[in-house]
């Protein structure tokens, strides 16, 4: 008798169709006339040509690939220059470019926390954090969302000699701040290093984009641990951690994802380069990107949606069942309005939204559009959950 062993598959994907919870890949266009709601594209710079043109040059000059890992033949003097010129960017001391965010934070919790440790986590946290607490194998506390008292308590009542605190600073589904320098105080007083995954936040908040880290007065303190990504704000690929540099020489002794990687392929490094180059003459750009989020919100608050005032350029608007939120973003994409759809596992259930995030470059006839178009759907959901 033949058993076939993908069998619970159909019945796994069966259950999802029916909870308005099925992923499809959709494939989009190099040219589009829809605009752009849904895209990490903060500064709006995927297609600005010189970042363009940066990743084009260090194609020429380096290859399509890094050729292997940053240990063994995957490191070039654009590497490197990059890590300089984003540490002293944010204020930091220096710098590591990972393959990726997501295994810049692998890299980081791995490598400064194991079986004897503590690691807490904010509940809100990136998929990434979640991934590197457990691949950590240290004991593992999940904190309450923003919840400083909560961190205190579970540090103070730890029994490892070390521990780790982990939170974004701008949550990539809400879109709202970390409490950093209250979070710092009680990591410092207990003797713990914080690590902040600034995501969202580099090249939006602070100082012409330097991060809330930057921001709130904690750039280079020692006991304070930055990444972020190049994939978002920078319009590239990529991850940094952004530390002293002891724990930079630790990373690249035991970062499991940094060793056992290949490196960041050049076109990345150049237009991560580039990007950075554009948001040091416009620092402006920054700003930008929030009072495009405001002009957003309060589009969604006008029709009805109780929605706060962005801190950052993620505007989310909470419709409540997965299949209303996926609804209303099939109708935004039908009338030429690209938006993010979260549902569970991405939120907690009951919370599905639609998440909307601002770009720079938003003109004043597209935010026209938006107007009328997210007004119309917005309504119309609205109608839907009460029907």
Same mark, same amino acid.
């Given at each position: 008798?033949?058993?076939? +062993?993908?069998?619970w598959l159909d019945s796994y994907a069966a259950e999802r169709v029916d909870a308005g919870l099925r992923r499809n890949l959709r494939v989009r266009e190099p040219v589009s006339t829809a605009i752009d709601l849904a895209s990490n594209d903060y500064l709006g710079l995927a297609k600005h040509p010189d970042v363009v043109d940066g990743a084009i040059a260090s194609v020429r000059r380096w290859g399509t690939g890094a050729t292997g890992s940053r240990l063994v033949t995957g490191t070039t003097a654009e590497h490197a220059q990059l890590e300089d010129e984003l540490a002293e960017f944010v204020?930091?001391?220096?710098?590591? @470019?990972?393959?990726?965010?997501?295994?810049?934070?692998?890299?980081?919790v791995t490598a400064l926390a194991?079986?004897?440790?503590? @690691?807490?986590?904010?509940?809100? #946290? !990136?998929?990434?954090?979640?991934? *590197?607490?457990?691949?950590?194998r240290a004991r593992v506390a999940v904190a309450p969302h923003r919840d400083v008292a909560a961190v205190e308590r579970?540090?103070?009542e730890r029994v490892e000699a070390r521990a780790l605190v982990l939170t974004d600073s701008v949550f990539s589904a809400d879109g709202d701040l970390a409490p950093l320098v209250e979070l710092h105080r009680v990591c410092r007083a207990a003797g713990a290093l914080l690590v902040v995954d600034e995501a !969202?936040?580099?090249g939006v908040r602070g100082l012409g984009g330097r991060g809330l880290v930057h921001e709130v007065g904690l750039a280079g303190e020692p006991d304070v641990i930055v990444t972020a990504t190049l994939s978002k704000a920078f319009a590239a690929q990529g991850g940094v951690v952004l530390a002293d540099a002891r724990v930079r020489a630790h990373l690249i002794d035991a970062a499991r994802s940094f060793i056992f990687d290949t490196g960041l392929a050049p076109a990345a490094v150049g237009a991560a380069r580039a990007a950075l180059a554009l948001?040091?003459?416009?620092?402006a750009m920054a700003g930008r990107v929030l009072e495009r989020a405001t002009a957003i919100a309060d589009v969604a608050r006008a029709a009805g949606v109780d @929605? =706060? *005032? =962005?801190?950052?350029? @993620?505007v989310s608007v909470v419709l409540g069942e997965a299949q209303v939120a996926f609804d209303a973003a099939q109708a935004c994409r039908a009338r030429g309005l690209d938006v993010?759809?979260?549902? =569970? +596992? #991405?939120v907690p259930a009951g919370t599905s939204r639609l998440r909307l995030t601002a770009r720079a470059n938003l003109t004043s006839a597209e935010l026209d559009v938006i107007a009328d178009v997210l007004g119309d759907v917005l309504a119309g959901a609205r109608e839907a959950v009460s029907a």
């Open positions: 008798m033949s058993i076939d +062993p993908l069998s204020g930091a001391a220096s710098g590591l @470019v990972f393959a990726s965010g997501y295994a810049a934070n692998l890299g980081v194991g079986r004897e440790d503590l @690691v807490v986590s904010d509940a809100g #946290s !990136h998929a990434s954090l979640v991934d *590197a607490c457990r691949l950590s579970l540090l103070g !969202h936040g580099l948001l040091r003459r416009d620092p @929605v =706060p *005032a =962005p801190e950052s350029a @993620v993010g759809c979260f549902r =569970p +596992p #991405s």
